[in-house]
Nanobody
Framework: QVQLVESGGGLVQAGGSLRLSCAAS????????MGWFRQAPGKERDFVAA????????DYADSVKGRFAVSRDNAENTVYLQMNSLKPEDTAVYYC????????????????????WGQGTQVTVSS
């Protein structure tokens, strides 16, 4: 099992930036591909970004390409989501997720592919 704890959410004005962190514990972090998802009130939990276990591959939802960047530090057991040029429509609870992966380069963008989830962190972008 791996436990995930997100942090870094908050209230920011449109155009601002936030960096989310997701700290992992319990198992070898570098064996897990990671993902970020978000859920706005009354909506589905949607894919935001993903990174392979090695960090060599990344993937993004079209809505965040060019604004968000996912990275990881396997020595620190942490994955990050740098969010720039934030918009009010980015307001949501952001979740990190982990999936055991034997492939150094694969990323995953479907909720069903992830077995471990954090509790979420709220991001609110004011206009």
């Amino acid at each position: 099992q791996v436990q995930l704890v997100e942090s870094g959410g908050g209230l920011v004005q449109a155009g601002g930036s936030l960096r989310l962190s997701c700290a992992a514990s319990g198992r070898t972090f570098s064996n897990y591909a990671m993902g970020w998802f978000r859920q706005a009130p009354g909506k589905e939990r949607d894919f935001v970004a993903a990174i392979s276990r090695s960090g060599l591959s990344t993937d993004y939802a079209d809505s965040v390409k060019g604004r968000f960047a996912v990275s990881r530090d396997n020595a620190e057991n942490t994955v990050y989501l740098q969010m720039n040029s934030l918009k009010p429509e980015d307001t949501a609870v952001y979740y990190c997720a982990a999936r055991w992966s034997t492939d150094y380069y694969s990323t995953y963008n479907q909720r069903s592919r992830f077995s471990h989830w954090g509790q979420g962190t709220q991001v609110t972008v004011s206009s």
